[in-house]
Structure formats: C-alpha cells, structure tokens
C-alpha cells in the first residue's frame, strides 16, 4: 500500500474551510477594555467571572496535560468527551454516502451511532471468538473508501486489551486514519499508544477524564496525534466547544493526579476481587478476563438476571444483542459496599 497522507484523505470540503474566527483571536497587543465579542460587559449574573468567553483552544488545560503525559500541547485536542472527537474524526475524513469507517465489534457504540448520524457507511468485522482482531479477515474487509479503523483497548464490553502486534500491522498497512481508543487505558497497566506517535503519523488516541478520574459528568476527552491532525479537530470544531466552568474544573483536576491514581488502585483491587469471588455462581458460565474497570460475564439468561438484579435496585448492562456477546452482561466495578450489595443479591438469586 501506499504511504498514509493526510491530504489524500482529508475531505476536499474540510480542505477549503476557513473556520471560524474568534474576535479574541484577531487581535495582538495588550488590550485592556474588551469590546469586541457582545459578551455581557457588565459581568456575569453568577458570582463567577464567566461573562467572557472560554479559550477556544485551551492552552492552560493542554499545557498541564502536556506535563503529565509527556506530549507536546500541540499534539492535543479536547472535546466534550472522547464522543465529541470521534464524530470529528468521522466529519473530517469521511464523504457522506461515500466512505465508511471499519469497526470491530462487539465494541463500544459510539462509533457506529457517530457514522450514521453522518450518513458515513460501517463496515464490520467481528473480533475472534477470544475477542481479538482477526487480522486476516481485516486484510480483505479493508477497501479503498475505507477511510477510519476504530479499535478499541481495552475493548468495550469485552474488557480486554487488543493485541499490540494487530494494531501495529493496521497502522503499519492501512493508508487512512487507526484510532485507538483508550478511555480504559489507566485500568490496564500498559503502556499508552501515545508513547508511539512519532512512530505513526495516521496513529490518534483516544482517552477521557470519564473513567479512572471520575469526571464523567464534566464531559472532557483527548484526542492525541500528529499536530497536522490536531489542526484538523481545531478547523473543525465548534468554537467554544469547551466552557470556562469545564476548563477552571479539569485543570484543577489533573493537579489531583495522586488521587485518581488511588480511585483506580481501589478498583483494580475490587475488580480482582469480583473476578475471583463471581467464580462461586454457577449460573454464571463465563466471567471473561478484564483490564478495565468492568467484567463482561456470560450467565444462563442474561434477561431474567438482569430483571432480576434491578428489583434489587441494581442495574447492569445487558449486552447480549451484541454479537459474540450471547447472554452476556457487562458489570462496572463499584465501590466495596456496592460489589458486596452486588454478591448478596448474586446468593439469592433462584433461577
Ligand atoms: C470505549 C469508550 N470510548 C469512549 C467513551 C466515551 O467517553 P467520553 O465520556 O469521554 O465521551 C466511552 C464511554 O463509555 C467508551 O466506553
């Protein structure tokens, strides 16, 4: 195959775009009275200072990531979620009712939901029945109006981690764009894809505060690539895509680093845990290996143990209409008292 080239993929619409510009982007020098964005001069109706808008490209929050995870600032986005990066990637690469993007599954949702709001075709090539990529059949799936390859490590709701050797012949073969998305990565162990950036320049990764830092709720994901690619994201995205509030919040967050390091020390230990004590049920019939911070299990029917859990005021997912995933229900990690609630219901469970 040819060399990956960003111009030869890049949607010619996306080419000829002059974005947006911020008025506070136009100006140099040391301006004091600001009277150029009809933002609210008299202040903000909060007892916050939000009446200007946010940094569009969120230097400070970039540059105390960059920090942390040895990654120049150029070569990171920030979105309203990993979600927000994945329906970028697809808009930016991919001609709608031409391209399609290629995804393995059982996987995580998003991918395919973010291509068909875009009118962008799936292809689909499940994992191997022990949920990993099955390289030859990827070989002949792949096709020129392939434009993304999604995997995910580890792999939602499987829970496992791909097999590097397999990622490394995609980004290594496939001339469009591989992300690899590691919102679970911190659970793992192993080292990011990150680290190999200077290595593959058609490589993002994908990560999120959603998961070991607990900020779900505060909608903040990374994308991490070549800075070609990043000026991508930022032609395209929404201006203020991130808001001030999320900005102050995140960045003090990741001066806590210590502390979602424990979060996610207490949760590999409860995961073990589960792994361990789940074994006792024998209407569970497969508890499948996990390095996130959920267990995929497979039970005699996932439908009345679901219903079943939730009288008891506990919810799972049910993942059994994903192919591979026949009966299956994916369990996220709790607290201690929450995993204990969980294996007390699990002992009066009557079938
Ligand atoms: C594999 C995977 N990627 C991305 C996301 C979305 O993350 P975010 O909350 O950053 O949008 C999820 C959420 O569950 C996920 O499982």
């Given amino acids: 195959m040819a060399e990956f080239s960003l111009n030869d993929i890049l949607r010619n619409n996306v080419k000829k775009l002059i974005p947006y510009s911020s008025a506070r982007s136009e100006f140099e020098g040391d301006a004091q009275i600001f009277l150029d964005a009809n933002e609210n001069s008299l202040g903000s109706v909060l007892n916050r200072n939000f009446h200007r808008y946010p940094d569009p490209l969120q230097k400070q929050l970039k540059q105390k990531l960059s920090t942390i995870k040895n990654v120049p600032a150029e070569n990171i986005f920030v979105g309203n979620g990993s979600d927000e990066a994945i329906d970028l990637l697809i808009r930016a690469f991919c001609n709608p009712g031409v391209d399609s993007i290629l995804i393995f599954p059982p996987t995580y949702g998003m991918y395919e939901v973010s291509a068909e709001i875009n009118d962008v075709a799936i292809n689909k090539i ?21 434009k993304i390859i ?14 590097t050797k397999s990622i490394e012949w995609l980004l290594e073969n496939f001339n469009g764009i591989v992300v690899v998305d590691e919102a679970y990565v911190d659970f793992a162990g192993t080292e990011s894809w990150i680290k190999k950036l200077d290595q593959y320049s058609n490589l ?30 930022n032609k395209i995205k929404p201006p203020y895509n991130i808001s001030e509030a999320t900005q102050q919040l995140a960045l003090q967050a990741l001066q806590n680093e210590a502390q979602a390091k424990e979060k996610t020390n207490v949760l590999i230990q409860q995961k073990e845990r589960l792994l361990e004590d789940l074994k006792e049920f024998d209407f569970i019939k497969a508890i499948h290996p996990s390095d996130a911070n959920f267990i995929l299990v497979k039970v005699d029917s996932a439908k009345d143990l679901y219903q079943y859990l939730l009288s008891k005021t506990i919810v799972v997912r049910n993942r059994s209409s994903q192919p591979l995933c026949e009966n299956s229900l994916r369990i996220t990690v709790g607290t201690p008292e929450e995993n204990d609630a969980l294996l007390t219901a699990l002992k009066y469970y009557d079938q």
């Avoid at 994308?223 to 994201?233: D, G, L, P, R």
Wanted: charged share 15%; with cysteine; aromatic share 10%.
């Fill in 150 to 163: 999604f995997v995910c490590s580890p792999n939602n709701p499987t829970g496992n981690l791909l097999d």
């Fill in 126 to 146: 499940l994992l191997t029945n022990n949920y990993q990529l099955d390289v030859d059949a990827i070989k002949k799936g792949i096709d020129r109006n392939t």
């Fill in 204 to 233: 993002v990764v994908l990560q999120t505060l959603s998961k070991a830092w607990g900020l779900a709720g505060l909608r903040i994901g990374f994308a991490y690539a070549s800075k070609e690619i990043i000026h991508v994201f």
